[in-house]
């Protein structure tokens, strides 16, 4: 039956749509899509033998069975007015990825930050387990070298986004909430409507199910004293009452080793136990420890989690070493919200190099709300140059640009440099790259392959 089932997916070249398209060819399904951009993503799934139109037109949907569209698709979209006029089933991503998951028992990771750093910790060591489970994630995992992965087993891993209210819509058994941020105001409008959806999320959840939260995000504090009647187990590095304690911290130069005391009777656990990840940073520390949490809930065992703890290598894009340049070491990151780039920041710190970061700002609603927060986070980089906003496709908002976060910096730090002309770009780099220093291509929009650019150059 399924081979018989064709369907298509409108902006099948995002992350997140390219993933569930793949996944559901390798479930045996007919997939096709359409998107205005050919990339990486697109490229892969054209490899796999997925059809692909480039731009989008209504006769690109003839003989289709099912419509799915990502969040980013505007409702005047040629082939979504089509699918509504032909009556075709129309899905979003969420609803798609929900009909996947209720065949399978689900962990959803969800947070402002961290989440698809967790799902590729608890995925990497599901699998490392043979356990064989189906992976969703939202940013390529280095180990498959792609967001998605399709198996027999019983569990399914998926990274699960607040940004549009989506995650509301994915059926799980066991979730995690890395943080909570006051984060895509531009969909929730307040942070009391945003603090609810999180609530709702860990209210879905069966009676039998159990959300892991860390206990050292203030907003999670709040949320989890209003929760009465679902399973939670907490965790921190802060607070020893915390039914999961993280204590005896050793952070190195590639790796860092920690040990768990659990107070929570519902996970056997030895106190004394250590184990070591292959990544650096506080926020790591945390992101491993929910994935031990959730793999010790499903049933893997210390020895098996430590050894793909120890062997992961990570996401793309997530403190990423590209290579050298001159002297210096040269990396790629995904961070743009304030909490990111602090985040970060603390883990570049374990490489006692100098710190140079070029950032690119993404979008100017998240700047203008969030501007005290990237003057005071980004005043505390010594050598910061700042590239033009990604828009995404925003209109520009006055007082909320890059120049507009230059001139508040450029009060307190003469080292900042605002960089309009990307031509610019490499002389301004030239100085740095002479002696040994850790240099961060850093934001959302195009500066991972302005990063790959200067690395070719």
């Not at 949907?61 to 032909?86: G, M, Q, R, T, Y």
């Not at 967790?118 to 939202?138: A, C, F, H, K, W």
């Not at 607070?239 to 999961?244: G, I, L, Q, R, S």
């Not at 001159?326 to 304030?338: E, F, L, Q, V």
Request: aromatic fraction near 8%; charged fraction near 25%; charge should be positive.
């Amino acid at each position: 039956m399924k081979n018989k089932i064709k369907i298509h997916f409108v902006g099948i070249s995002g992350i997140g749509m390219s993933g569930i398209a793949e996944l559901m060819q390798d479930k045996g399904y007919l997939i096709q899509g359409s998107d205005i951009t050919l990339n990486d993503n697109t490229k892969r799934l054209k490899k796999k033998g997925i059809k692909f139109f480039l731009g989008h037109d209504k006769n690109n949907i003839n003989s289709v069975d099912a419509v799915v569209f990502s969040s980013a698709i505007n409702k005047k979209n040629p082939e979504i007015k089509a699918a509504l006029i032909n009556k075709i089933p129309l899905l979003s991503r969420a609803d798609m990825l929900g009909e996947l998951m209720k065949n399978k028992k689900s962990i959803a990771i969800a947070g402002s930050h961290g989440k698809t750093t967790t799902t590729s910790l608890v995925g990497n060591i599901l699998s490392q387990s043979n356990l064989d489970p189906t992976i969703v994630n939202g940013g390529i995992i280095n180990s498959i070298s792609k967001n998605n992965r399709y198996g027999k087993g019983d569990w399914m891993v998926v990274e699960a986004d607040e940004s549009d209210g989506s995650f509301l819509k994915l059926p799980h058994q066991i979730s995690i909430i890395t943080n909570l941020d006051i984060e895509h105001m531009d969909f929730y409008k307040s942070k009391e409507y945003l603090i609810k959806s999180f609530e709702n999320f860990i209210n879905m959840l069966p009676f039998y199910g159990t959300s892991i939260v860390c206990l050292d995000d203030k907003n999670l504090q709040f949320l989890i004293k209003k929760i009465k009647t679902r399973n939670i187990i907490t965790y921190s590095i802060k607070n020893k009452k915390a039914d999961v304690y993280i204590y005896d911290i050793k952070k190195n130069k590639k790796n860092t080793s920690f040990k768990l005391k659990v107070n929570n009777n519902k996970i056997s656990h030895s106190n004394k136990y250590k184990f070591t990840i292959n990544t650096i940073g506080t926020h790591n520390i945390l992101n491993g420890t929910a994935s031990i949490i959730a793999s010790k809930l499903v049933g893997v065992k210390n020895e098996d989690i430590n050894k793909a703890l120890t062997n992961y290598i990570g996401v793309k894009r997530r403190f990423t070493f590209l290579g050298k340049k001159n002297k210096s070491n040269i990396y790629d990151d995904y961070a743009h919200h304030p909490t990111e780039i602090s985040a970060t920041l603390d883990a570049a710190k374990n490489l006692k190099n100098e710190i140079i970061v070029i950032f690119q700002p993404h979008r100017f609603t998240r700047t203008k709300t969030l501007m005290k927060e990237f003057i005071n986070v980004l005043s505390k980089i010594k050598y910061l140059i700042i590239l033009e906003t990604y828009s995404a496709g925003e209109k520009t908002i006055k007082g909320a640009t890059s120049k507009d976060i230059f001139l508040n910096i450029s009060k307190v730090n003469k080292n900042v440099l605002y960089l309009k002309n990307l031509k610019n770009l490499q002389n301004s780099l030239d100085q740095y790259t002479t002696k040994k220093n850790t240099i961060i291509f850093m934001g959302a929009g195009s500066i991972s392959n302005i990063a790959k650019k200067f690395m070719d150059s």
